[in-house]
């Protein structure tokens, strides 16, 4: 078949959710793609920040073929050899004490979201528990998560959601005061925002929002399932800012391409909160996905790739910063490790088609935001080719 074949007979079955770019993948290795006629790209997005050390890594392919023909799934019912290992590396990488692990990052908030109201709810018995949430925030598409998402565009379809949500402005203290009251159980908000445009926190926001949660006994909730696993430099994003939540979702990159997510928390939380029953996943955490997650975290240490995010930051920052004083569309670079983003005056659709048509893959955050997220494994040559790639495509 050919690509046009493959994308009009794909178009005929599928339910029409994506505008999907008009090129058909067919195999990768490390940051290159290569689409069915065997033209190569130059990945800089990760596939939405998945694949933090590129395409097949021999460490990873060759866990997931061991597990393959050892034993894919078995059920929440029992133990498998590769749980307590993935369980262990979870909660000792992102600080917490206690992890459900999902499918997705949609299920990771949707537990964190059932973490909250059970806690208040054993707390006080009441049944009308407030969350707050943040304005541009991106946290899923099952309900729960749509609920407490920033984009009311997004909601307005499937309302009525989880309710009460209260929409705080990000980076406003005052703002997220306004809405707390004796009802309100838990604050939610991505570390750094993905979707809404890439605004990382200010790190006195994350603390003023720590104290109140600490004087309120509100459950703060960081959603880093896109700036968790290495993206800003750190495991978690929290760790660079020294404020810990007390429930942390994670998915994406925490799979590097298989369908994982998990929620966590601390021991005070996960002692007064969910409990047998109360919570499940047929699939969460078989064997198949935990051995991936535990590769993951070993060639996160073994190859270095925190190291690798923190030594190249301040390198791709200057030459987006380059780009920046070069072409007047350009209106802010703003970001944290390979979690970057260059704000354009205008829509950016073009500029993401024509580096594709020149070899590298982008990905936008909002219609006018380009968001850098390349795979954590890139090099200096690579932050050049895709910068002087994205100098041609801003230049039209
Ligand atoms: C992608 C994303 C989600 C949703 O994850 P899925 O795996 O697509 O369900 C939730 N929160 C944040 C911050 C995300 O970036």
């Not at 019912?77 to 004490?97: C, I, N, P, V, W």
């Amino acid at each position: 078949m050919s690509t046009n074949e493959m994308i009009t007979e794909a178009e005929q079955h599928l339910l029409h959710t994506y505008n999907r770019y008009p090129v058909v993948f067919d195999r990768a290795e490390g940051v290159r793609l290569y689409d069915a006629d065997g033209k190569e790209y130059l990945d800089a997005f990760s596939g939405i920040g998945v694949m933090a050390f590129g395409y097949g890594h021999p460490k990873y392919t060759a866990a997931l073929k061991d597990q393959v023909d050892r034993l894919t799934h078995i059920s929440n019912y029992y133990y498998h050899t590769q749980l307590a290992e993935t369980a262990r590396k979870f909660t000792e990488a992102s600080g917490m004490d206690r992890v459900f692990f999902t499918n997705s990052g949609g299920e990771a908030v949707e537990g964190a979201l059932k973490t909250a109201r059970k806690y208040a709810w054993l707390k006080d018995g009441r049944t009308d528990h407030e969350i707050i949430a943040m304005e541009h925030s991106f946290h899923g598409r099952t309900f729960g998560a749509l609920s407490v998402t920033g984009k009311k565009a997004y909601r307005d379809p499937f309302e009525p959601l989880l309710a009460p949500v209260h929409f705080a402005e990000f980076n406003d203290i005052d703002s997220v005061r306004s809405y707390v009251n004796e009802k309100t159980c838990a604050i939610i908000l991505e570390p750094v925002q993905g979707e809404g445009g890439v605004y990382p926190a200010k790190p006195e926001f994350l603390q003023e929002l720590r104290a109140l949660c600490d004087e309120r006994d509100i459950l703060l909730i960081f959603d880093e399932v896109q700036c968790g696993m290495g993206r800003t430099g750190y495991m978690f994003a929290w760790q660079g800012y020294g404020v810990k939540p007390d429930v942390l979702t994670s998915a994406k990159a925490l799979g590097c391409g298989v369908p994982v997510g998990a929620f966590a928390m601390t021991q005070k939380v996960a002692d007064a909160s969910l409990a047998a029953g109360d919570h499940g996943s047929t699939l969460g955490g078989n064997p198949l996905v935990c051995a991936a997650m535990n590769a993951v975290f070993d060639i996160f240490e073994e190859d270095k790739i925190l190291e690798n995010v923190r030594e190249m930051t301040p390198y791709m920052e200057r030459k987006l910063d380059e780009l920046k004083a070069k072409h007047a569309c350009i209106t802010d670079r703003r970001g944290r490790g390979f979690f970057q983003a260059l704000e354009c005056s205008g829509p950016v659709a073009e500029v993401i088609d024509r580096a594709r048509e020149a070899g590298v893959i982008l990905i936008n955050a909002g219609a006018n935001v380009l968001r850098i997220i390349p795979p954590l494994i890139f090099t200096k040559a690579e932050i050049d080719e895709m910068c002087a790639v994205l100098d041609r495509a801003l230049e039209g």
